[in-house]
C-alpha cells in the first residue's frame, strides 16, 4: 500500500458513539475545532432536497453541507 510505504497518516471519520460527540463538542467549545471554516454550503430544512442534490453533485465544490432546523 502506497500509504503505508511513504509513512502517510490517514485522518478519517467513524461513528464512536457519545465518546466522541462530547469530545468534539468540548473541542468545538474550545474554539480547536474551526467548524466555520469546514461548512462550505448552508441551507434551511425547507431547501433540504436542493441540499443532497449539492452535496451528492459538489455543486460549488460543496465539501461539507449543514441543514439549518
Not at 485522518?11 to 474551526?34: A, D, F, H, I, K
Not at 471554516?37 to 451528492?56: G, H, K, Q, W
Amino acid at each position: 500500500m502506497l500509504a503505508a510505504r511513504n509513512d502517510v497518516a490517514l485522518y478519517t471519520t467513524r461513528g464512536e458513539g457519545r465518546s466522541s460527540c462530547r469530545r468534539g463538542l468540548s473541542m468545538m467549545e474550545q474554539g480547536r475545532l474551526p467548524v466555520g471554516r469546514m461548512i462550505t454550503r448552508e441551507f434551511p430544512l425547507e431547501r433540504i432536497s436542493e441540499e443532497f442534490a449539492t452535496f451528492v453533485e459538489r455543486k460549488d465544490n460543496a465539501i461539507k453541507v449543514l441543514v439549518k432546523p
